[in-house]
C-alpha cells in the first residue's frame, strides 16, 4: 500500500488526536504531530512547536521532505466569553504552510471549520445548511484560512479541503468543552439532588432540532477526503445525519441515567452549577469515582452554548454522500456509548 506521510497540527487536541489514532491503525502513514504540548496518542514523532510564531515554526519545522498530509486542526487558546483571534489563527496556517511548502511534497491539506461558518449560533440559518450556503456575516478565522489555501493552492501541485462540522462528540474526559460530558455530570448532580433532569434551555429551545459530530465519524471523513481526488478544493459539512428535537432526546437521555426528564428550566449552568461543587465532590466520595473538580471537569458555559439555540439547525451532507462518503452515526446510541465510557472511567456514577 502507498505510503504517505501525514503532519498533523494541533495533534493534542479533540479531533487532531482522533485523526492520528486513525491514520496509525490504518498502519500505511507515518504521523508527525504539532502543538506546544504532547498529545496524548503514542507511536508518532512529535514536534513541539509555536505555530503562531514564524521563528519558532522556521526552527523547528526542518528536514520535513516526506510529509505529503496537512491535517490542520490547530486553533489558538480561546477561553469562553473571549472572542477567538483571527489574526492569530490565520497566521498560524499561514506560517506553518509557508515554512513547509519549499521543503515537503505536499499533496493535500486539511482544515477543520465548522459550522459556525453559517453562523448558526448568531439566529436562525438555512435549513438545512448547505456548503455553499452563505458565509455568516462579520469575521472569522475559517475565512482568512479557506481563502489562503484557496489563493495558496493555485498552480501548486497539492490540493485542499475542509470540513464543517457541528458540536464534537467524543469519549474524552480531559477536554471540557463537551456536551456529553455536561449532560452526564449534570444527570448525576440532579440524581445526587433527588431531582429530576431538567433541560437548562427553554422551552422553544426543548422543541427545535439540532445535530452532533462523532469525531471517530469526522476523522474517517477527513482522511478519506483527503485521498478522494474528486474532494480537492471543496469544503464538506460533517454531521452524524440524524436531526432529533431535544425533547425526544432529553427523556430517552434521562431514561438511560435511571432519572426522570423535568421540564425545561431556562437557567444558564454556568451560573447554576457555580454552586454545585461540594454535591460533585460527595458523588466522586459516595461512588469511589476518579477525583474530578466540577469546574475543571465541565466548561458549563459551553453547555449554555449548545443548549440555548431556539432555532432549528440541520447541517446538509448531500455533498459528501454524492462523492461516496455514506458514514453515519445514530446520536443517541453515541452519547449514551460516550455516558458508558465516562462510568467505565469512573468519571461519573
Ligand atoms: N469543539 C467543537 O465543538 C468544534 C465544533 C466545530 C468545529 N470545531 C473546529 O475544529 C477545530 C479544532 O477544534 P478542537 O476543539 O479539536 O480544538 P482543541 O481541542 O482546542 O485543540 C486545539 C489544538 O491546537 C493546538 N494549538 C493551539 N495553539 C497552538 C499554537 N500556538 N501552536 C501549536 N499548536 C497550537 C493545541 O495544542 P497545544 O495547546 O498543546 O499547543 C491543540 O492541540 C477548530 O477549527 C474548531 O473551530 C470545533
Redo the contacts with the bound molecule.
Sequence with gaps: MKHNTALI????????NRIAEQLIVAGNWDVIA????P?ATPNMRWIA?????LEDCRCKLVDLPAVTHVFY??????PEGIRESVD?NAA?LSNLITTLEPQAALQHVHA?????YYGHQLGPVEFPMHEESPRAPGVN??FEQEDFLRARSVGKQWTYTTT?????CDPAVD?P?SIGLAIAVLAAIQNELGEPLYFPGRSKGYDVRTQF?DLALLARAIIWMAQEPRCANQAFNVVNGDNPRWCELWPRLASWFGVKAGAARGIKLAQTMADKSSVWDAIVKKHGLRPTRLDELVLWAYGDYQLSPEWNVRSSMDRARALGFQDAVDSYEMLTRQFAQYRAARIIP
Design positions: 497540527a494541533g495533534a493534542s487536541g479533540l479531533i487532531g504539532l502543538a506546544r504540548r498529545p512547536v509555536d505555530l503562531a510564531d486542526a490547530a486553533r489558538y487558546d480561546h492569530i498560524m477543520l471549520q465548522g459550522s459556525k478565522f475559517y464543517r462540522p457541528h458540536a464534537f477536554h468543552r459530530t
